[in-house]
């Protein structure tokens, strides 16, 4: 089992930067594949960023690549969000995600709001 809490989440004008955390506890995610999702109001969970077991490769969608990065410290069970150039079509409750072969875990998510 695999508990995630994230945080980092606030309120920040457009072109302000913001870096989500997601923590893990209950065992190390060196054997997972993290990643960042979103979901705005009256939306679906939308991908934003991967990393795998490593760190060594990423990949983001469009809407959110050359603005965004993803990043790990498997010693510190941390999983990073670095969001900058932020536009308000950012806002959303962000959720972190664990996964690894016949397991998914979710986080709570945090709030992003970008304002205009």
């Known amino acids: 089992q695999v508990q995630l809490v994230e945080s980092g989440g606030g309120l920040v004008q457009a072109g302000g930067s913001l870096r989500l955390s997601c923590a893990a506890s209950?065992?190390?995610?060196?054997?997972?594949?993290m990643a960042w999702f979103r979901q705005a109001p009256g939306k679906e969970r939308e991908f934003v960023a991967r990393?795998?077991?490593?760190?060594?490769?990423?990949y983001y969608p469009d809407s959110v690549k050359g603005r965004f990065t993803i990043s790990r410290d498997n010693a510190k069970t941390t999983v990073y969000l670095q969001m900058n150039n932020l536009k308000p079509e950012d806002t959303a409750i962000y959720y972190c995600?664990?996964?690894?072969?016949?397991?998914?875990?979710w986080g709570q998510g945090t709030q992003v709001t970008v304002s205009s």
């Open positions: 209950g065992r190390t995610l060196s054997n997972y594949v």
């Open positions: 995600n664990a996964r690894s072969t016949g397991a998914s875990y």
């Open positions: 990393t795998n077991w490593s760190g060594g490769s990423t």
